[in-house]
């Protein structure tokens, strides 16, 4: 799609909007309807787009594969690694009442970094397959 | 009007069970490997179907709490079926992604076709 | 600072998911090879020593993720029955890990053995996270876990038939773990609960306005979990997976993944509906005691007239799978207890078997029985392994065999079922002749071109299997350790101790 101007201009525009949409939805789902999981889909279709009008050469520079594969177990380390500090301080693995004073706010901040967890590895599963698969029986 | 009541009340689970035995007969009846996994898929989705009906309460809202309601739909089911639905996402990718594989080495996707070639070794 | 003793049924859990986390971020099959092995070496320490405060005190180990309170939060709940299988799983886990190493390392390409590696240890932090849980929904999670991890190291497979049963253990894997929601789904709209102690205690009152759900709920499940520990004649898929598989995963799938799978059969039948419904409310013992039988005879008939060692193996395996469902089916102490005597024996001498067939593909890459004679002189301490682990799986007295069928061979003459031994002893005189087609090839022919070249397997692959030969040698003459777990297990189930 190279010559196709409208498709490369409306990509150019838009793409800001819907990483800052994905960025709104993330943390918006600690305490409303959104979360890491959507907002990590939101964010790989913002990269998918760009891959599609672009070129795939063009996405792995902004997103590279290698970078993205090593995202995927990094977001299941976060998320496995927010239950610990709990353990430490005589609560429950996956407690977060550790991260604040109070239960409701230790438990903001205990979804937040889950959440986290979540977007990143879901960013990065999604784009991961996109790669694996955006050029095979191209040679 | 009144044969068809149950019916209506039971909407949800006529639906599901619909679904189930459809995606089910497909992974059964089809040859063809995608074709199998969109039964597969449609099997997992009335699942969630079966999970969610019973989590709706009439007038229920989303379970935040607010001065301004009372009355709350039951978070658990959507919780888990957040879950199932990941998980059927992954087996979804994963068959899929054997398809792309099994396609490459025997340049078919019919189960017949490549039962055909009676190759042992 | 951290109390690691109140913490063990989640550690349990977590080091092989924090090693899984580690080797994905390795890039070379080495590295994640060590990691693999510090996880896979951690796992039984946490679950003796839960085994043992178990044994000591006789109560069970209560653990609530995130401090939710059990019923609404995920409890994790470890008793004799899971502590034992806990045990089983680990250690077969350290077993294959020290034979993986030269074993992947020959069969996958080098930029797929990290990931191979990550794999398996997601596959053991599924099959222990079964074992740990006490709520049904954490338990499918868990299932899924450990059956995407597996359908991933059965496509790794070197033959690209590996890929096709793959897939059509996706398919048949999927469609169980479906069944298996499907009828937790149906007791959640009934009880309102997931927790299993829970649940035995709301399906009793239940039973009376809603029979109808929480009986195809019991139906639903019971036939989604025997697909998965491949219950004649829901076993197709289980030939072909372990025959293509690579060896380190057929080994470690053969010993771990199916006994996982009667774990959770036992945990519904008996923590849960047991102590809810009466048994002759809908005929499910029945049931699985005809197919046992029929698996018992069937699966040996066609590991007899098969070609393929990898495939005869696994026949034997749904055989054997037949005589632990069995001793479910005949629900009673001496059954129970024959049942879990057989998990855990039967996940000795068959991964002792896969090891030594690991070891001939290692060094031949061959897998047909007539292309191997007279390989017992080439690799004699593998095949004498494989022959007292073969002698173990037909039940001759002073291997852990014999022990199973002895208990089997009990509980049914105390059930007042005469005719059940001789069902026993004949399909055992069947795995005679299996065990003695490949014994005969190995030792009593010449040997051919084929295996001239042929040797012992490295030190790292021979000694577990030697160790598990050993065991079953062992566990066939010093039975304290097995049968007292398992008659305390069983009586728990059986008198509703939770």
Redesign the interface.
């Known amino acids: 799609m190279k010559f196709d101007l409208i498709l490369r201009v409306g990509t150019k525009m838009i793409l800001p909007f819907i990483l800052l949409f994905a960025i709104y939805v993330h943390f918006h789902g600690d305490y409303g309807p959104g979360g890491g999981f959507q907002a990590g889909v939101i964010l790989a279709a913002g990269i998918i787009l760009y891959a599609m009008v672009f070129g795939l050469d063009a996405a792995r520079r902004i997103a590279p594969q290698g970078l993205v594969e090593l995202l995927v177990p990094t977001g299941v380390a976060v998320f496995a690694a927010a239950g610990l500090p709990g353990m430490f301080k005589d609560f429950r693995y996956l407690d977060y009442g550790v991260y604040g004073h109070d239960f409701l706010h230790a438990h903001e901040w205990g979804i937040l970094i889950v959440e986290t967890g979540v977007i990143i590895t879901v960013f990065s599963t999604m784009v991961a397959i996109f790669y694996a698969f955006a050029d095979r029986g191209r040679g | 009007m009144s044969q068809l009541t149950p019916l209506i009340d039971h909407f949800n689970y006529f639906t599901t069970i619909f679904l189930m035995v459809a995606g089910l007969y497909i992974v059964i009846a089809r040859g063809n490997m995608i074709k199998k996994l969109v039964g597969l898929g449609l099997f997992q989705t009335s699942v969630y179907l079966l999970y969610l009906t019973p989590g709706k309460i009439v007038e229920g809202t989303a379970p935040i709490i607010d001065p301004r309601f009372q009355v709350y739909s039951n978070p658990l089911p959507h919780v888990l079926i957040l879950t199932a639905i990941v998980v059927g996402v992954a087996t979804l990718a994963l068959g899929l992604a054997l398809v792309v594989r099994i396609s490459e080495e025997y340049g078919t996707i019919e189960e017949d076709e490549i039962f055909a070639r009676g190759e042992d070794e | ?2 109390r690691l003793s109140e ?1 063990l049924p ?1 550690i349990q859990v ?1 080091v092989p ?2 090693g ?2 580690l080797t ?2 390795a890039r070379r099959g080495t590295t994640a090879w060590a990691i693999a092995a510090t996880a896979s070496v951690l796992a039984p320490f946490v679950s003796a020593a839960m085994l043992w405060t178990v044994f000591e005190t006789g109560r069970p180990i209560s ?5 939710w309170a059990a019923p609404w939060g995920i409890e994790y709940r470890v008793d004799l029955l899971n502590g034992f299988v806990l045990l089983l799983v680990s250690v077969i886990g350290v077993a294959t890990i020290s034979y993986a190493r030269k074993s992947v390392a020959a069969e996958i390409d080098a930029h797929k053995q990290a990931w191979f590696y ?1 794999m398996y240890l997601l596959c053991l932090t599924g099959l222990l996270g079964i074992a740990v849980t006490g709520d049904a ?1 954490n338990a ?2 868990f299932l ?1 876990v450990s059956s ?1 991890a597996t ?2 190291l059965i ?1 790794l497979g070197r033959h ?2 590996a ?2 049963a ?2 059509q253990y ?2 048949m894997g ?2 169980g773990a ?1 069944f298996y ?2 009828g937790v ?2 007791l ?2 009934v009880t309102g609960t ?1 927790n299993f102690a829970d649940l035995a205690d709301r399906l009793g009152p239940a039973m009376d306005t809603q029979a109808r759900p929480i009986l195809a709920a019991l139906a639903f499940m019971t036939v989604g979990i025997c697909l998965k520990l491949a219950l004649f004649p829901l076993h197709a898929w289980l030939p072909n997976a372990y025959a293509y598989a690579p060896s380190f995963a057929t080994a470690f799938l053969a010993g771990t993944a199916t006994k996982v799978a009667v774990y959770l059969l036992m945990r519904i039948f008996f923590s849960v509906f047991a102590i809810a419904i009466p048994a002759s409310a809908l005929p499910v013992t029945e049931v699985i005691v005809i197919l046992s039988v029929a698996a018992m005879f069937i699966a040996s008939f066609s590991a007899i007239f098969e070609e ?1 060692a990898k495939r005869m193996l696994a026949y034997s395996s749904v055989a054997q799978i037949g005589y632990i469902t069995l001793g479910i089916g005949l629900a009673n102490q001496l059954g129970l207890s024959a049942s879990l005597i057989h998990v855990f024996n039967h996940a000795l001498m068959k991964t002792a078997l896969f090891f030594a067939l690991g070891a001939i593909v290692y060094r031949t890459g061959l897998v047909n029985i007539s292309q191997l004679s007279g390989i017992g002189r080439r690799m004699p301490l593998t095949i004498a392994a494989f022959v007292v682990a073969g002698l173990g799986i037909i039940g001759v007295p002073g291997t852990a065999g014999f022990i199973s069928k002895w208990y089997l061979a009990m509980a049914a003459i105390d059930k007042g079922w005469w005719w059940m031994v001789f069902l026993i002893v004949a399909s055992s005189l069947l795995a005679v002749v299996y065990v003695g087609k490949f014994i005969e090839v190995a030792y009593f022919r010449e040997p051919g071109p084929d295996v001239a070249e042929a040797h012992e397997p490295p030190i790292s692959m021979l000694l577990p299997l030697l160790a598990l030969a050993f065991a079953t040698v062992y566990f066939g003459i010093d039975t304290r350790l097995t049968t007292s777990v398992a008659e305390a297990a069983a009586s728990a189930l059986l008198g509703g101790a939770r």
């Open positions: 600072m951290i913490h989640i977590l998911l924090f899984a986390i994905a971020f653990y609530v993720m995130g401090s990550t929904f499918f999670v899924e995407l359908y991933v496509g690209r038939r890929l096709l793959a897939y996706l398919i999927t469609i479906t929601i499907i789904g149906l959640y709209v997931l393929n």
